[in-house]
């Protein structure tokens, strides 16, 4: 692992009487992809929002180059599952919210934000409002407003969950092409286990309710990646086996939980 990036020990969280989260533990390296898959309610969006510094933790902490967080902070940006832009502003307008909120909406925090639309392939709608676009071009500019304030790391819960799956391979093979370029660590949420595979360097595998870590699988697939990788039978063998970790817990969220 390179240096370690950010560190979570203890992690607990409770809701009321609900422990939602129990001890967990990580650490995670400078510019590692990591995601999270588990089944749902397992408590992976609150442990991302405890990391984001928008929810408190019941125990335990969370350190950020040895710094414990204790609120939000411009180290950290934030990619959700449905896209929260504001309508009445523009592309541009939106994705400049963060430099905004934190100070730095200059000229040149304006002209790197414009090279970030490029870079996620949005250079000539920077005027377009958002119901103009796609869904898949609105998680582009989500995307871009995140990178906007430079974090260092990238926190993304189903970021690509509303798309249709076309959309959303080529939003995952736009994703490692942008990370490859910046090398962010990245925490990224999703329930689809093949997109998890995809994309990680490890990928956290949480047991269902009170949220913990069942497993860590280390993905030793070679990069840069492409979609034709997810032909491939060492593809396969990763996805059955992060599968076969969570199938109980699924089976049990999805049958016995809902009733
Ligand atoms: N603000 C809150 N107040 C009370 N309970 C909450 C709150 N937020 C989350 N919970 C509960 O915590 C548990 C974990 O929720 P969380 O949203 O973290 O799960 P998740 O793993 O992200 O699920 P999904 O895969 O469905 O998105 C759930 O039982 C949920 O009801
Ligand atoms: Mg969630």
């Known amino acids: 692992m390179n240096t370690p990036k950010l560190n979570v020990s203890g992690l607990v969280k409770k809701f009321g009487d609900l422990e939602v989260i129990s001890n967990i533990g990580v650490t995670i390296g400078e510019g590692e992809f990591i995601s999270i ?21 019941s125990g335990g902490e969370v350190r950020i180059d040895d710094t414990v967080v204790k609120g939000p902070g411009i180290d ?38 414009m090279d970030l639309l490029k870079l996620v392939g949005l250079e000539g709608f920077e005027k377009y409002f958002p119901r103009q676009l796609s869904g898949g071009m609105r998680q582009r500019v989500n995307l871009a ?28 093979t736009e994703l490692i092409r942008i990370w490859e370029q910046g090398r962010k660590t ?14 990680s360097d490890r990928v956290l595998v949480f047991a269902r309710r009170p949220g913990r870590i069942r497993e860590i699988v280390e993905i030793d697939l070679p990069r840069p990646r492409n979609l034709s990788l997810k032909r491939t039978p060492e593809f396969a063998k990763y996805v059955d ?14 049958l016995v939980e809902k009733e």
């Open 186 to 199: 990245v925490l990224f949420v999703t329930h689809q286990i093949d997109e998890a595979v995809f994309l």
């Open 145 to 172: 407003r995140a990178l906007a304030i430079d974090p260092k790391i990238l926190l993304m819960d189903e970021p690509f969950a509303a798309l249709d799956a076309q959309t959303r391979e080529i939003m995952q």
């Open 76 to 113: 950290r940006g934030f990619v959700f599952q449905n896209d929260n832009l504001l309508p009445w502003r523009t592309v541009l307008d939106n994705a400049l919210i963060g430099p905004e909120v934190s100070g730095g909406s200059d000229a040149a925090a304006k002209s790197r934000t």
């Open 37 to 57: 898959v588990g089944p749902s309610g397992c408590g992976k969006t609150t442990f991302l929002r405890i990391v984001a510094g928008l929810e408190e933790s």
């Open 241 to 254: 086996l992060i599968w076969g970790m969570i199938e109980e817990d699924v089976r049990h969220s999805v």
